[in-house]
Structure formats: structure tokens, C-alpha cells
């Protein structure tokens, strides 16, 4: 234990100290005298948090033992307290050398264990998990006293039962839960955009319900009912804001499709699949399924021939000890690197899920604040992916020229300001004409106006030139019928278009 110094200083400043006094002594004189304890106490806690106490029980429960024995005795100003300390001292190394074996012979045991206790497994499963610990701890003991043959036998079993109990309680929703994310769902308008989802899910509460007014011993049906409910609502809360999000973004049909494609990609990437979509969208799903299905059966074979290798050594005896613990050791290795890189690539398929939201959240924020920087006479703001459009009418050039008039300036600098926003991003300025008058005419006119905001975003904006292009489209990008004044209105603008 790198944190504890050697007592033999301290004992050795006892014999300066001369006889015990036999007066109680106070807090603060404990620890001047006694500086050692505080010091195992902190150290006490820290390997309780690396849970010593689970995987080196008896020699952390010897060490408390001494702790306590020498408070005792630091109480009444016995200098034999310096001996117990220096036996808890002992016990701890001792522990959390024998815990560090623990972990390399338990590490998987440990790590399910983790995840059943984050599934609220100790509450609903209470006797069960408590058991269990019990016999972590009888492993724990055992490889203290050498015995790692047998904790090599029974970990599987052990780790089997952690397992379960994880699936279990994730399994175990009960009605309660579910009304209250059902109350979240109706808060956040689930209903407008995911009904059949969340129907399914009140059908299955319902039932829920019916099982428990007509037989309250029917619990495992109830939960199995109520756990359906939850990961409907779940699902048609996650399904609503993916529809807020394409309806928000003004996505083409093309568009969607493309987002969707890159999601596939995203989610396979750690596994070194390159998704094919240049065929049928069935066989794109078949193949990726086959690549992942590869993966699970290859750590399945492995975990085969790790129980066929153990299973192999019961019945060759001739084979020796040190033979067969290589043998398992270079099995065990391979699954656990195996089962390790499929966790990290899972963490990192989270990991790229989560960034992705965050992201999408910053730069839906960062939307929404633009399109409160106009009104309805000025712009309209649209998203398109990740990139922002801001769609301006307000602009009042005189006819048939493209002279930036003062009553634009406000305009200008809300533009301005939203380009702001987007600190990275490049801007490109596209002028656009009813029908009236010449082509030629309308596309230089169009292209005059799109220079000249352009211009006044470098000028006035203090823009990079390099972040800026400009572009005149005259009439051939219309948003609305020429045929009528309002329609014509609408098609004479200037777009400006946030590329991030």
C-alpha cells in the first residue's frame, strides 16, 4: 500500500514518550500522539472504495479489527496502540495485495457484478444479490489462502448469476414507473407525433392493470406487461424527437434518406464494416445484420471452447497442472481481450450517439436563436442539415438597381449577427428576381444585389473575403407563381446560406 509509511519511527519515538499515562486523552491530543490513525483511516476508506472488503474480506475485517483495538488504547494514552496500528498496517498491505489477485481472477465477475448493481439489482433482488456477494467474498478468502484452482472452477457460475440478476431487474418495470413516463411523454406532445406507439404502450399498461385487480400474486405477469409498456413509451418518446427534428430541419426526402444512411455507417464503423447502399436497402440490413451476427458468434465459439478446454482437463488427468493453467490462461486472455474490445467498441458506438445528439442540441439552439432574430417581414430561417438559410425579403433596393438604401442597414446587421453565430462557417449570398423584364437583365440585377450584400458582410461585417461567395440566379429559382404580386414579392430576395 503505497499510501502507509512504516510505524517503526513512531514506535520507536514511544520509548522518548516514557509510561502510558492512564488519563483519558483528548481528540486533538489522539491525533498529535497518534498521528497513524488518521492516516489508516483515510487509507481504510479508500480500499473500501476499491472494494478490498469484497475481494480480501478477512484480512480487511483483521485490519478494522487492529484500527479499532488501537483507538481504544489511544484513548487511555496506551503506547500499545502503536503495535495494533502496526498490525492494521500489515493486514491492509496484505488485503490489497491479495485484492489486486481478485481483480485479475475476478475481473469479469466484477464487471457484471457492476452492471447488475447499476440495474437496481441489490433492491429488487436483494436475498439473491446479497448471496452472491457472499460468495465473492468465500473466493476472495480462498485465493488469500493460495486455492485459485477452485475460485478458477466456480467464477463462471458466479459471473452467470450477476448476469441474470442484471437481466432481471431490467426486466422489472413496474406500473408505477411506467404511468410516470407515460405523464412525461403526454408533457412533452409524444401523442402528436408517435400515437400508435404510445397506444401499444397503454394497451400493455392496461393489461398490467387487469392482471393485478384480478390476481395480485400475478406479479411476474403484471411485470412482464409493465416492462413492454416502458420500452414502448420509451421508444415513442425517442421516435417523437427524431420527428421534431426532420420537420424542424426542412430535409428533402433525399435528404432523410442520406442522414439515414450515415447512421448505419456511424453505427458499424467501430466493427470495420463499409456499409454497400448502393444496392436494395433489404440486403444492405441482411449484410450488416451478418457482420454483427459474425462477431457475437465468434465470442460465443470463444466462450465454447473455454468451457470445452476446462471440461477437457477434468477428464485428461495426465495432463499436468502447469500444462492445463497455460492452456486455460491463453483461452481466458483471448475471450476477455475479445469480450474488452467489444465493450470499447460498444462505448465508443455510444460515445459517437451521444456527441451526435449533444452536437444536434447546440446547433438546434443555435437555429432557434437566429429565427428570433427576425420577423416575419424581414426573413424567413430554415435549417437545412447543419446549415442555417435565412431566406430575407425586407431588402429595399430601388427598382432595377442594386444600391444598398440606410433602411436596409438593420436588416444587414441582424444578418451580420447571425453569421456571428456560426463562427466557422462559410457564407454564401445568392440574388434572386420576379419574372419581369429581360433575362439578361434579371441575372445581372440578381447578381449585382447578391455582390453587394456580400460586399457590405466583408466590409461592414468584418467577414473574411474567403468565408463569402456571391452568385445571381435571376428568375429561374422562383418560390411562388409570377402570376400574382404576392407570389412575385416572394420570389424577389436575397438568400443567405450558413455553410457549417
Known amino acids: 500500500m503505497n499510501n502507509i509509511k512504516p510505524l517503526a519511527m513512531a514506535i520507536s519515538l514511544s520509548v522518548l514518550v516514557g509510561c502510558a499515562s492512564k488519563t483519558s486523552l483528548k ?54 496502540a502503536l503495535n495494533q496500528l502496526q498490525a492494521a498496517e500489515s493486514a491492509l498491505q496484505q488485503a490489497e495485495a491479495n485484492a489486486q489477485i481478485g481483480r485479475d481472477e475476478l475481473g469479469a465477475v466484477m464487471r457484471q457484478r457492476e452492471k447488475a448493481r447499476a440495474a437496481g439489482a441489490p433492491a429488487k433482488y436483494a436475498t439473491a444479490f446479497a448471496n452472491a456477494d457472499k460468495a465473492l467474498i468465500d473466493a476472495g478468502n480462498l485465493i488469500a489462502k493460495g486455492d485459485l484452482a477452485e475460485v478458477r472452477e466456480d467464477r463462471q457460475a458466479l459471473q452467470q448469476r450477476y448476469a441474470k440478476m442484471e437481466v432481471d431487474s431490467l426486466k422489472q418495470a413496474t406500473v408505477k414507473d411506467v404511468e410516470a413516463l407515460m405523464q412525461q411523454a403526454k408533457r412533452q406532445d409524444v401523442e402528436d407525433y408517435a400515437p400508435q406507439t404510445l397506444e401499444q404502450a397503454r394497451q400493455e399498461l392496461g393489461l398490467a392493470k387487469s392482471v393485478l385487480e384480478s390476481d395480485v400474486t400475478a406479479t411476474q405477469t403484471a411485470a412482464m406487461h409493465a416492462s413492454n409498456a416502458d420500452g414502448l413509451v420509451r421508444r415513442a418518446i425517442h421516435m417523437s424527437a427524431l420527428i421534431k427534428e426532420f420537420r424542424q430541419s426542412d430535409m428533402s426526402e433525399e435528404q432523410r434518406v442520406l442522414w439515414y444512411q450515415d447512421q448505419l455507417s456511424k453505427v458499424v464503423a467501430p466493427l470495420d464494416v463499409n456499409p454497400q447502399f448502393g444496392q436494395p436497402n433489404k440486403q444492405t440490413i441482411e449484410m450488416l445484420a451478418g457482420a454483427v451476427g459474425g462477431v457475437k458468434s465468434d465470442l460465443e465459439q470463444t466462450r465454447m471452447t473455454l468451457a470445452q478446454a476446462e471440461e477437457e482437463h477434468q477428464k485428461q488427468q495426465q495432463m499436468s497442472e502447469q500444462e492445463h493453467e497455460q492452456t486455460v490462461l491463453a483461452l481466458r486472455q483471448n475471450y476477455e481481450q475479445q469480450l474488452a474490445q467489444l465493450t470499447q467498441d460498444y462505448a465508443a458506438l455510444q460515445s459517437s450517439s451521444q456527441a451526435t445528439i449533444a452536437r444536434n442540441e447546440q446547433l438546434e439552439a443555435k437555429f432557434r436563436s437566429v429565427q428570433e432574430m427576425f420577423n416575419a417581414d424581414e426573413a424567413e430561417v430554415y435549417r437545412q442539415g447543419d446549415d442555417v438559410l435565412i431566406r430575407a425579403y425586407g431588402f429595399n433596393f430601388p427598382s432595377g438597381t442594386s444600391e444598398i438604401q440606410s433602411n436596409n442597414f438593420p436588416l444587414l446587421k441582424k444578418i451580420i449577427g447571425a453569421i456571428e453565430v456560426f463562427p466557422q462557417s462559410n457564407v454564401a449570398v445568392s440574388g434572386h428576381t420576379d419574372n419581369r423584364g429581360s433575362d439578361e437583365l434579371n441575372q445581372q440585377l440578381s447578381q449585382d444585389r447578391a455582390q453587394t450584400v456580400a460586399r457590405f458582410l466583408v466590409d461592414v461585417g468584418n467577414l473574411a473575403e474567403d468565408r463569402v461567395s456571391s452568385n445571381g440566379y435571376g428568375k429561374n429559382r422562383p418560390l411562388a407563381s409570377n402570376e ?9 430576395r436575397v438568400e443567405i446560406l450558413i455553410d457549417n
Open 27 to 80: 481528540q486533538d491530543e489522539i491525533q498529535e500522539r497518534y498521528p497513524d490513525i488518521s492516516r489508516l483511516e483515510q487509507a481504510l476508506e479508500v480500499a473500501d472504495q476499491q472494494e478490498v472488503d469484497l475481494l480480501s474480506q478477512k484480512l480487511y475485517a483483521s485490519a478494522q479489527a487492529s484500527l479499532a483495538k488501537a483507538k481504544e488504547q489511544a484513548k487511555k494514552g496506551d503506547d500499545k
Open 484 to 492: 400574382t404580386a404576392d407570389g412575385r414579392a416572394a420570389n424577389r
